[in-house]
């Protein structure tokens, strides 16, 4: 039984800062690459970023451009989470955050399997 859990979502300025955390229940976790995905009110889910791990080193990043520069997505395989660093906040980026994993290094959306219930970021002008 695969478990994702997002936590760390909130409130904050414009111009301030979030990090989200995943925690994940699920064995060969290194094996997963995770994504970050999110869901606006009246707009589609969109991906965000992700992060495969291969033979020991970082395979694969990969950002939308709207947040490149600005989020950082990482991973700590010993505690079976992964994170994003969320600088430079927007009110469009305003959603719930999803985390994501997939067997598949890159992948788009409809790929990841195991999906967490989300966490809500809310961006104030």
């Known amino acids: 039984q695969v478990q994702l859990v997002e936590s760390g979502g909130g409130l904050v300025e414009a111009g301030g800062s979030l990090r989200l955390s995943c925690a994940a229940s699920m064995r060969s976790f290194s094996v997963y690459t995770l994504g970050w995905f999110r869901h606006a009110p009246g707009k589609e889910r969109e991906f965000v970023a992700a992060?495969?791990?291969?033979?020991?080193?970082?395979?694969?990043?990969d950002y939308v451009d709207s947040v490149k520069g600005r989020f950082t997505i990482s991973r700590d395989n010993a505690k079976t989470t992964v994170y994003l660093q969320m600088n430079s906040l927007r009110p469009e980026d305003t959603a719930v955050y999803y985390c994501?994993?997939?067997?598949?290094?890159?992948?788009?959306?409809?790929?990841?399997?195991?999906w967490g219930q989300g966490t809500q970021v809310t961006v104030s002008s």
């Open positions: 992060h495969s791990w291969r033979g020991g080193i970082t395979y694969y990043v």
């Open positions: 994501a994993a997939t067997p598949i290094a890159v992948a788009t959306m409809d790929k990841y399997d195991y």
